[in-house]
């Protein structure tokens, strides 16, 4: 069975700390994404990577970075932690073969308090 | 622009009753559709999908979607709710043009009662 997994559930860190989240899949996938998931705002792009060490801004990358340094596992990365990156973090991966490439394969999600 | 909205927030059926969860996009370009389930804890998963070739799609667990291209709608259906359709869902479009860009919708929470 296909997995992307999320090394964490739950988080809980304070403000100020350097936080990283770490996905890996087991699927080849030669894409993987980070979102971030709030109440009532849907899924938003943080980053994607299509390759080892490639990585395009998503529609808010401000406040995180990512790390690809293999291509099973992607990395997010919140530099300096702020209450209101307080969310639930959701990895997924995609293939550019075969019949579905379009389809994206999630994690469970951590979900990060930052105190 | 493309953007994706889903016009309730929360659906409360009762069980073995008829389920509709609205979707609809806008778009410059016909692009593929998707509907994806969140059940609680868990990460999103795969309904179904919509690539125009054929308006009517059939998914996992009964779901089924029609897409209309004359009122750019993807709405989900199922004639009988089940308990363990209790989850979020997320209608969610797709542009050809650029394969790496997902458009959220921002998620219909269906409740089913006993």
């Known amino acids: 069975d296909v997995k992307v997994t999320q090394s964490s559930r739950y988080l809980v860190k304070r403000t100020g700390e350097k936080v990283f989240l770490e996905c890996v899949q087991d699927?080849?996938?030669?894409?993987m994404f980070w979102y971030r998931q709030d109440p009532g705002l849907g899924l938003r792009l943080i980053y994607f990577?299509?390759?080892?060490?490639?990585?395009e801004k998503g529609d808010i990358p401000e406040g995180y970075s990512v790390s690809r340094e293999k291509k099973e596992r992607f990395s997010l990365i919140l530099e300096s932690a702020s209450t209101n990156q307080t969310s639930m973090y959701l990895c997924a991966s995609s293939s550019d073969r075969g019949g579905d490439t379009e389809k994206l394969f999630f994690g469970s999600g951590t979900q990060l308090s930052v105190l | 622009a493309q953007s994706v909205t889903q016009l309730d927030s929360h659906v409360s059926v009762s069980e073995g009753t008829p389920v509709l969860l609205r979707c609809n996009y806008s778009s410059s370009y016909s692009p593929s559709l998707f509907w994806y389930v969140q059940h609680p804890n868990k990460g999103l998963q795969l309904l179904l999908k919509y690539t125009s070739a054929a308006t009517l799609v059939k998914g996992i667990n009964g779901f089924e979607a029609e897409f209309k291209k004359s009122e750019t709608s993807f709405h989900l259906t199922k004639p009988s709710a089940h308990m363990s359709d209790a989850a979020e869902y997320f209608c969610?479009?797709?542009?050809?043009?650029?394969?790496?860009?997902?458009?959220f919708g921002s998620g219909t929470k269906l409740n089913v009662k006993p």
């Open positions: 990577s299509y390759d080892v060490k490639m990585k």
């Open positions: 699927m080849d996938h030669e894409n």
């Open positions: 969610v479009a797709h542009p050809l043009y650029n394969f790496n860009k997902f458009y």
